[in-house]
């Protein structure tokens, strides 16, 4: 009996050998981990990380971080545009679209359907670029299946299928937006972008959520990282959509696209940074080598200060207050420099933490 005990004992351990061992550097067992991808970055080296043994972080993370955030951010906020559309209607077109079946292509206005269509498109390329970096990271992408077929409590794992229905949603509305589909399409599209919201959310903070949990990095370890992260994708995706009010031809039906953009962003950067202070504090309170101070005058520092502070936060929000406050709106040319700016921003922000975060590591 101890013999086929000790069997069995083998044959488990060998099971979850295929799914990658830690001192293998294939990612550890996936009930360590809690994940069962193997890659060569932290992802899912967090039981290295709990152990002490330090965090390593690929430049495709960083990239899949950026574009996955900035994609589910665009989607949050053209998406918000058009359910409000679709539902805040008089009346009498509620009733219309009750009994049309849609409320997509047939009430969304023309420089609306442009604006729209442009940001899914743009956001739809960042999220298939930010899924091969993520799958181009991983040691072994073609076990990336076994998320789906294993499916864990862990960040990676619900990160995964909240990722994986996200780009569902998000390819429904790019659809309903081109393309002229029927009355069940439409309605379908309208429920993607309802469902989608959420999802975007989900993607937006889970992965704060998952560098929260690294136990070894003392700069990740703060309830104010995945509320940065969060307010600094939704910012890029009101970036996204102010780019794709620069290509609209309509002049006249642009403007009320750049001062409502503009307002919402102003606001989300002034949260953004308000976020970044209260990680500051905190990270530095709970921890004696004070962490967050290697953003701020260590290696990395100028990709905090010129890349974020500078591109992500003052420089938007100049530009965009001095438009607010004498209400007129900048050249289109402006307008998508500025944009520029916050996505470069948005992509500083993650790769300072991440760098920092691993040259700090325990």
Known sequence: MRVASAQRRQRRTSAD??????????????????????????????ASAREGRGVTFGELIVWYLFLG??????????????????LSRSRRERLAWAASGCAGRRFRP??????????????????????????ADLGR??????????????????????????AACLTLALAESVLVLGPAWERAALAAKVIGEVLAIAVMVYTGLL?????AVDLWRSAWLPVLFLLSALSCGCAVALIGV???????????????????????IVLEALAVIMCAITVNAASADRPFDALLSGDQAWVFWLGFAGCGILMPLAIETSALL???????????????????????????LVNAGVQTAV
Do not use: K
């Open 17 to 46: 050998g295929a799914c990658g061992r830690a001192d293998t550097g294939c990612g550890g067992d996936a009930r360590r981990l809690g994940a069962v991808v193997p890659t060569r970055t932290a992802f899912v080296q967090t």
């Open 69 to 86: 955030g900035a994609a589910a951010g665009s989607f949050a906020v053209l998406s918000a545009v058009d359910l409000y559309t679709a």
């Open 110 to 135: 023309e420089t609306q359907r442009r604006v729209v269509a442009t940001g899914y498109a743009i956001a739809f390329a960042m999220l298939v670029v930010g899924m091969l970096c993520l799958l």
């Open 141 to 166: 992408p073609e076990v990336f299946y076994l998320l789906f077929l294993h499916p864990t409590g862990s960040f990676v794992s619900i990160g995964t299928f909240a990722l994986t229905l996200f």
């Open 211 to 215: 560098l929260e949990s690294v136990i």
């Open 246 to 268: 620069c290509l609209c031809e309509s002049r006249a039906g642009s403007l009320p696209w750049f001062r409502g953009l503009s307002l919402v962003d102003a606001a989300i």
């Open 326 to 352: 004498a209400r007129r709106n900048h050249a289109s040319g402006v307008v998508a420099a500025m944009a520029v700016l916050v996505l470069v921003g948005g992509f500083s922000l993650r790769f300072v």
